[in-house]
């Protein structure tokens, strides 16, 4: 069966701060993957997906970056964090092109502070 | 890709069947209808989806018009447990899904 792995579960960061979050995907190959952040109250924003190593698309503007360095690994970073970037950020995989495209699965969700 | 409206909250009680419909008057021929359930501090997971008429499983039944321009999630005897954020999505079975989440309907089940 497919697991889905997030680290670390929970983060406290100054402003100005880097960050990286890990995401990692096991039981599958070549998912889609994808990374949202949820603001307290709100829903699901798409900010990252990726069909395949290396490619990624970015649906928002903003000061943080993906990449996809293997199969299976989905990293979320920015250089310098702010405020703004607070939030429950999620992970999720998707079957990969040639399969049916109807469902997602998410992992455990980073809770990122930014102080 | 089809835009979803749901209502943003509702509020029910124990026992009592609950109905949450999505409006999706744009939705395509290839299109599926998914809903997620989201409990706080934890990712959105899949209950149900159908195509047309209606589904059932083990925890929701799905309603869905012939012309498929709006959809019913029906969660028979609530209880408190079922109180979460409940997602509407649309998309296309066979090619890639960007899967835009809107603010969903958060339900409360009260005692």
């Known amino acids: 069966s497919q697991t889905i792995h997030q680290w670390p579960a929970t983060l406290v960061q100054p402003v100005g701060s880097p960050l990286s979050l890990e995401c990692t995907v096991e039981?599958?190959?070549?998912?889609?993957l994808y990374w949202y952040r949820q603001a307290a109250g709100r829903g699901l924003q798409l900010l990252f997906y990726s069909v395949g190593i290396g490619q990624i698309s970015s649906e928002v503007p903003q000061n943080l970056s993906a990449s996809r360095p293997q199969d299976r690994q989905f990293i979320l970073s920015s250089k310098k964090l702010l405020l703004s970037d607070s939030g429950f950020y999620l992970c999720a995989w998707s079957p990969p092109l040639g399969r049916a495209q109807d469902t997602q699965y998410f992992g455990p969700g980073t809770r990122l502070t930014v102080l | 890709l089809a835009k979803t409206t749901q209502p943003i909250s509702m509020d029910s009680y124990e026992g009592q069947e609950v109905n949450i419909t999505c409006s999706h008057n744009?939705?395509?021929?290839?299109?599926?209808i998914t809903w997620y359930q989201q409990f706080p501090s934890q990712g959105p997971r899949f209950i149900i989806q159908?195509?047309?008429t209606k589904v059932t499983n083990e925890v929701a039944s799905l309603f869905i018009p012939a012309d498929r321009k709006s959809s019913t999630l029906s969660l028979p005897r609530v209880s408190l447990s079922d109180t979460a954020v409940y997602y509407c999505l649309v998309g296309d079975r066979y090619n890639f899904n960007k899967f835009y989440f809107g603010s969903g309907t958060k339900l409360n089940v009260k005692p």
């Open positions: 039981g599958t190959s070549n998912p889609n």
């Open positions: 744009n939705i395509a021929t290839n299109d599926y």
């Open positions: 159908g195509y047309k």
